[in-house]
């Protein structure tokens, strides 16, 4: 099983700034990497899936990049409604799997 | 936009099983796979399982093969997800998801939309 790992945990980031968001995997996944945002008592939302490929009607605030084990989410200027948790998942390999999550929080 | 609704939140003993329901549209129902993921309280999200709803193929993860079936009606384009030998950890939010490419595409296991999800919870 292919163990996804993000960092940090948590991340206070003020309005308007950076939020990078990093995910690991345990082996090589290629650019099968997918990202979703889960706001509070909802599902999770798809944002980003082939590592890089935003899904339609995405704000391009959000960006994603890497590739093999190493992969990136990029939020270019925080806004209050970002405030989520983000997952990582990966679909190179059975089972699939997820990271454990980051929560973005606005400082 | 496709919407899928699942039933509603049960409260089961250990040891009991449980069904959850997922009503798709009937346009997508038989052109896309479908996925079940569930969240424990304040926790991550963990994959369960797939279902193809015309061919009936299904695939488990390795913790819950043996305890959980997938099954899928195309009269009434809804999934069931049937969990068994409940335990207390089994207490979290289950959720439907559709792949977002049809099967047809032949690639890509991420999912859009999700449904609402439903709260099982296991307590004697």
């Known amino acids: 099983e292919i163990v996804m790992t993000q960092s940090p945990a948590t991340l206070s980031v003020s309005p308007g700034e950076r939020a990078t968001i990093s995910c690991r995997a345990s082996q090589s996944i290629s650019s099968n990497l997918i990202w979703y945002q889960q706001k509070a008592g909802q599902p999770p939302r798809l944002l980003i899936y082939?590592?890089?490929t935003r899904l339609g009607g995405i704000p391009d605030r959000f960006s994603g990049s890497g590739s093999g084990t190493e992969f990136t989410l990029t939020i270019s200027s925080l806004q209050s409604e970002d405030v989520a948790v983000y997952y990582c998942?990966?679909?190179?390999?059975?089972?699939?799997?997820f990271g454990g999550g980051t929560k973005v929080e606005i400082k | 936009q496709e919407h899928m609704e699942q039933s509603g939140a049960e409260v089961k003993k250990p040891g009991a099983s449980v069904k959850v329901s997922c009503k798709a549209s009937e346009y997508t129902f038989t052109a896309h796979n479908f996925h079940w993921v569930r969240q424990a309280p304040g926790q991550g999200l963990e994959w369960i399982g797939w279902i193809n709803p015309n061919s009936g193929d299904t695939s488990y993860a390795p913790r819950f093969q043996g305890r959980v079936t997938m099954t899928g009606d195309t009269s009434t384009s809804t999934l069931y997800m049937d969990l068994s030998s409940l335990r207390s950890d089994d207490t979290a939010i289950y959720y439907c998801?559709?792949?977002?490419?049809?099967?047809?595409?032949?690639?890509?296991?991420?999912?859009?939309?999700w449904g609402q999800g439903t709260l099982v919870i296991v307590s004697s």
């Open positions: 082939s590592a890089s």
């Open positions: 998801a559709r792949v977002a490419l049809p099967v047809a595409a032949r690639r890509g296991n991420w999912f859009d939309p």
């Open positions: 998942q990966q679909d190179s390999n059975w089972p699939l799997t």
